[in-house]
């Protein structure tokens, strides 16, 4: 075919000319911008190529570097976290203990103001006991007293007087 239309050229026109049927020249016109594209655009097409596969290399080298960088980070942080954790748990532990002395201590410390209360509510009472039996003592000696007076000058007469007074006075000398 393609002889057959070189042919059909160079039998048509007596010289280079332009061949105007698509159908016929398509074939042709490929073969030469093909041909030319390659022959002058093989340097500059290359080079294109080499800059692409450089650029593509330098991201995927750049990439590897950052996936190696996260990956790094995540681990660092992975560890920060389980440190963190472990820390959280020393402090949750420390801090339960801490809860249980308190509160052994606020026991401890009730248990002996308790007592406390106790005692002083006994020494209270003794103290109350102890004045309310001082004032009864008072009351029956002054009402003992008042009923020896109402009484006395009944039974005491000038004869139980001078009696009297001789018994002090015997005693006194004994």
Known sequence: ??????????????????????????????????????YFGRDFLGSKL??????????ITEAEARQKKAASSLA????????????????????????EVARQAVLDQS???????????AQDLTSQQEKVMQELRRRVSEM??????????????DGKQSQLIDQSIAQLKD
Request: glycine share 4%; aromatic share 4%; net charge positive.
């Open 1 to 38: 075919m393609f002889t057959e239309a070189l042919g059909l050229l160079a039998s048509e026109t007596k010289g280079f000319g332009l061949n105007f049927d698509i159908l016929e020249t398509n074939l042709i016109n490929l073969i030469i911008i093909i041909g030319v594209l390659f």
């Open 50 to 59: 080499q800059e692409r596969r450089e650029a593509i290399e330098k991201a």
């Open 76 to 99: 660092e942080q992975q560890q920060k976290l389980q440190m963190a954790k472990k820390e959280a748990e020393k402090i949750r532990a420390d801090a339960k203990t801490n809860a």
């Open 111 to 121: 248990a002996k103001d308790v007592e406390r209360l106790k005692a002083s509510a």
């Open 144 to 157: 003992a007293m008042e009923k020896v007076r109402s009484r006395l000058p009944q039974v005491l007469n």
